[in-house]
């Protein structure tokens, strides 16, 4: 009897990748043959003419699996095939079907499958193929994702708790920052389980798991680097310098981890932002370069300047999506959520042993 666990989540970009990879990974060690399936392909990349997802691919160098990507992704759920399926083009009894029989495929020579949910909970509307819906189809346990910022974060757990009803094995708690622990620990772990919503771990955010380093935006960028200084450092969040420059001083001086996205032009800014610890580097737009004095106060201060020709509007959407996207590229990366999942989590419960 083949187990099949399926790893879901509230929003995008919350670690279901690395978190789904490392279950898999902590099963093997256990003694486990472990399979891996997406059955919607939802993190999209064009391969030499061909669109595939780079999770299965991942999931397959990580895991030493051989299984074809047809199997592991029934469905690329492109935008393409969204309008398809939204004009009726798609049927959802044929593709239930499509994922039943690939998953049977995948289990036949498996004790435990690992299913990874598409971009989130509800992903798989319009073809009736939601996460618990296709829980319901292979019949796998359920495990949620979720973050926690703020208090009314834990409506959301508590509605998707109720969606996935008895198949749900727990929920862990992801990227959590230190300043929200204890909240969650003591306020909201004891409110969940008290409605009978079992919390399976509670998982610190990790620099290396949440953010890209500065090199790695960099190259996601198409950037030139002006400064000869290290580009190793972390950067989680983006601030746009659009203000006066007092009042971006008092703004910078806010933040962490963070790079300064402003015009090239802007002297000003350039200068209240390498006054700010905070900044780790700063990413000048419009392709304007900046003057040498506050190229030199830069390598001084050991902050890198990245140069890009695209305007700020664009230059924020592509970095953000470089950050989003940046959290499972590589072994690494589920070897560091391993380690967290066996210091913060019931692994044992997770995997239903």
């Known amino acids: ?42 993190r999209l990349q064009s391969n030499v003419g061909k669109t595939l997802d780079g999770d299965p691919m991942l999931a397959r160098d990580v895991l030493g699996l051989d299984a074809e ?3 592991m992704e029934p469905i ?60 319901e189809v292979i019949d796998a346990r359920v495990v949620l994702v979720a973050t926690y910022e703020r ?25 959590v920052a230190d300043a929200d622990y204890d909240e969650l620990e003591t306020d909201v772990v004891p409110f969940l389980e008290g409605r009978g919503t079992p919390v399976e771990g509670v998982l610190p955010r990790e620099r290396d798991l949440a953010g890209v380093t500065v090199g790695d935006l960099a190259d996601e960028l198409g950037a030139q680097v002006l400064t000869e200084v290290p580009t190793g450092e972390y950067v989680e969040r983006f601030s746009v310098g659009a203000m006066g420059s007092d009042e971006a001083l008092r703004h910078f001086r806010r933040t962490k981890d963070a790079a300064v996205i402003t015009g090239g032009d802007r002297a000003d800014i350039h200068t209240a932002a390498l006054e700010a610890p905070g900044v780790k580097c700063l990413i000048l737009t419009g392709g304007h370069r900046p003057s040498g004095a ?14 890009v020709q695209t305007d700020t509007l664009t230059t924020v959407d592509r970095a953000e999506e470089v950050v989003r996207s940046g959290r499972t590229r590589d072994a690494e990366t589920v070897d560091a959520m391993q380690a967290l999942l066996a210091d913060h989590a019931d692994v044992d419960g997770l995997l239903g042993h």
Do not use: C, W
Not at 155 to 169: E, H, T
């Open 76 to 135: 690329v759920y492109s935008p393409t095939f969204v309008e398809q399926a939204v004009r009726g083009k798609e049927d959802p009894a044929e593709l239930r079907e499509t994922v039943a029989e690939q998953f049977d495929a995948l289990a036949a020579d498996k004790d435990h499958v690992f299913v990874e949910g598409g971009g989130s909970l509800t992903t798989g509307g319009i073809i009736d193929l939601t996460d618990d819906a296709v829980a």
């Open 69 to 71: 990507m047809h199997q």
């Open 1 to 42: 009897m083949t187990h099949a666990t399926l790893v879901t989540s509230i929003d995008e970009s919350t670690g279901k990748t690395a978190i789904t990879l490392a279950l898999a990974q902590l099963a093997a060690e256990a003694g486990e043959e472990v399979g891996y399936m997406k059955p919607k392909g939802t």
């Open 151 to 175: 208090p009314t974060d834990v409506d959301d757990v508590v509605a998707a708790a109720d969606r996935l009803g008895d198949r749900l094995d727990g929920v862990v708690f992801n990227l």
């Open 294 to 307: 506050v190229v030199g106060k830069a390598a001084e201060k050991g902050v890198p300047i990245l140069l």
